[in-house]
């Protein structure tokens, strides 16, 4: 016996719309880079690259309407204990680390370089984001389950409200990003919506 077992995610809400104050209100692009995204990335997810027009709607909507914009960039170098679990990606300066030119980061907007799944571990992601006065985070990216997933977790736990537009995640697996959607809906108390329902006013 292999010991396997069908297991169903609960349900979980997914809201038709939702309306953020832009002044107060921040989208966070989680690692949308040639390596997960694109056809020869080291560790592509094969939803991912699916996602760019959703994520390019959700960087007009704050672009026209004032909200901050971040990026954050998966970045490891030699030796890094990470490619010892996924193998080597993202690697500083290569083709695969780069931004996916779709949705490249403009002037001025803020892109951090994370070394672990969480945009916040030792970066300086939460000083922006209190000197900005944000409340709000809107998180999408890739990969659901594990950096998107880590990232509005330790968002939640710092008290933001986090948003998830679930057209612009992607997963490795349909489950894992169903799992994680509920987690962000039950667990941290968040809000998933379509990348279309997020009203700036």
């Known amino acids: 016996m292999s010991g396997r077992r069908e297991v169903a995610v609960p349900e979980y809400e997914v809201r038709e719309s939702v309306r953020v104050e832009p002044s107060r209100t921040a989208l966070v692009v989680v690692d949308m880079q040639n390596d ?23 960087l007009e909507v704050a672009r026209d309407s004032g909200m901050k914009v971040v990026f954050t960039q998966d970045t490891h170098t ?30 001025g907007e803020l892109v951090i370089r994370k070394v672990r799944y969480d945009a916040f571990y030792g970066t300086h992601l939460e000083h922006f984001l209190r000197l900005w006065g944000t409340k709000t985070l809107i998180v999408c990216g890739t990969v659901a389950n594990i950096c998107v997933h880590y990232t509005a ?49």
Request: net charge negative; hydrophobic share 45%.
């Open 36 to 58: 997960f995204v694109k056809e020869g990335g080291a560790l592509r997810v094969p939803d991912a690259e699916g996602t760019i027009p959703a994520i390019h709607h959700l």
């Open 78 to 107: 030699e030796g890094d204990p990470e490619w010892e679990i996924w193998g080597e990606h993202a690697r500083e300066g290569s083709w695969g680390w780069r931004i996916v030119d779709e949705l490249s980061p403009r002037e």
């Open 153 to 201: 977790a330790s968002a939640a736990l710092r008290w933001f409200e986090v948003v998830v537009p679930r057209d612009a995640v992607s997963a490795l697996d349909p489950f894992d990003l169903e799992s994680s959607l509920r987690q962000t809906a039950f667990l941290f108390a968040g809000t998933v919506t379509r990348s279309g329902g997020i009203e700036a006013a």
